[in-house]
Antibody, heavy 119, light 109 residues
Framework: QVQLVQSGAEVKKPGASVRVSCKAS????????MHWVRQAPGQGLKWMGW????????NYAQNFQGRVTMTRDTSISTAYMELSRLRSDDTAVYYC????????????WGQGTLVTVSS | EIVLTQSPATLSLSPGERATLSCRAS??????LAWYQQKPGQAPRLLIY???NRATGIPARFSGSGSGTDFTLTISSLEPEDFAVYYC???????????FGQGTKLEIK
């Protein structure tokens, strides 16, 4: 069965960077895009971007360009999302989600990783 | 950037009633629209993709319709487990870029 297992919660200071990992199993990792979506406390969902694990190609939402980097390691079926120059309003749960074949809709989701930014 | 506006913000209904949730796009998205359900403390769940196709394992009481700029998620007869927050999401053509609506909270009346 498809599973996405994310790394654990992080606490960071403003200005620092954070890297969240997402280990995939149960399917061919390189066959499906991987999305990253975040959700601030009590707020809605915000799409951050995707990575094509096969080519390494990426597409980032405008709001995150310049601060986000998505990478992958195909040898261990793991995707990464790094966010730099953290601010307090980056405090959120970060999700990875596999994109369906075809239109790429996020279908299987990780459990989420809480990133807290606080001085 | 395409903006999705969901209405109403909150919908109060009773089990057994029919729920109709709306999502309007600021410009045409063709049929590139999906719906998600999210319960507290859980990741979102894909319900409907490409405007009207039910995702795997989604009960038949959930249906989606619309194209262009106006879309609807209908729950024909509410079950207790359906009370949650619902989000729509659109996808632009190439490169695929996605945005979410702000959500509709479906609460028990």
């Amino acid at each position: 069965q498809v599973q996405l297992v994310q790394s654990g919660a992080e606490v960071k200071k403003p200005g620092a960077s954070v890297r969240v990992s997402c280990k995939a199993s149960g399917y061919t990792f390189t066959g499906y895009y991987m999305h990253w979506v975040r959700q601030a406390p009590g707020q809605g969902l915000k799409w951050m971007g995707w990575i094509n694990p096969n080519s390494g190609g990426t597409n980032y939402a405008q709001n995150f360009q310049g601060r986000v980097t998505m990478t992958r390691d195909t040898s261990i079926s793991t995707a990464y999302m790094e966010l730099s120059r953290l601010r307090s309003d980056d405090t959120a749960v970060y999700y990875c989600a596999r994109g369906t074949s075809g239109s790429g809709w996020p279908d299987y989701w990780g459990q989420g990783t809480l990133v807290t930014v606080s001085s | 950037e395409i903006v999705l506006t969901q209405s109403p913000a909150t919908l109060s209904l009773s089990p057994g009633e029919r729920a109709t949730l709306s999502c309007r796009a600021s410009q045409s998205v063709s049929n590139y629209l999906a719906w998600y359900q999210q319960k507290p403390g859980q990741a979102p769940r894909l319900l409907i993709y490409d405007a009207s196709n039910r995702a795997t394992g989604i009960p038949a009481r959930f249906s989606g319709s619309g194209s262009g700029t106006d879309f609807t998620l209908t729950i024909s007869s509410l079950e207790p487990e359906d009370f949650a927050v619902y989000y729509c999401q659109q996808r632009s053509n190439w490169p695929p870029t996605y945005t979410f609506g702000q959500g509709t909270k479906l609460e028990i009346k």
